[in-house]
């Protein structure tokens, strides 16, 4: 298991083919910081869509009966398996990350759209 940062470039195409790939699925959002500790947003709720607003700096994720709002996102995650990614985190501005769990693996693409740096291990 590997853990590969998506750079910044790369994020538009990333969420909208996360967006087409995981309709309908079911995602939990977990929400971790020192200030917070870990707290379950939404529980495997349908996945309506994904979109980043650049000029906003805004990511957001819709599921059904949640509209969960990440403000100045700065680092993305995801979570790799052998041909399969099982989630992804988001950290934003003030730290806070953003654990976004998926019920069923979602089969990877080729290797460009995750090309990004070199993964860092999972511990």
């Known amino acids: 298991m590997a853990v590969r940062k998506i750079e910044k470039p790369e994020w538009r195409e990333f969420f909208d083919w996360l967006s087409q790939g995981l309709l309908g699925a079911r ?3 977990e929400v971790a ?3 917070l500790g870990d707290q379950i947003e939404a529980e495997w709720l349908p996945l309506l869509g994904i ?3 650049d000029k906003d ?3 957001e994720i ?3 009966g949640v ?3 990440i403000y100045g996102p700065r680092e993305v995650w995801a979570d790799l398996n052998v041909g399969e990614m099982m989630s992804f985190e988001v950290i934003d501005d003030r ?3 953003q654990i976004i769990k998926l019920r069923q693996p979602l089969m990877l693409p080729s290797p460009s759209l995750l090309g990004g740096s ?3 291990s999972a511990p």
């Open 27 to 29: 995602v939990e959002i």
């Open 33 to 35: 910081s020192l200030d």
């Open 51 to 53: 979109t980043y607003d």
């Open 57 to 59: 700096d805004v990511l």
């Open 62 to 64: 819709a599921l059904q």
């Open 67 to 69: 509209d969960h709002l």
């Open 95 to 97: 730290g806070v990350s």
């Open 118 to 120: 070199p993964g860092r």
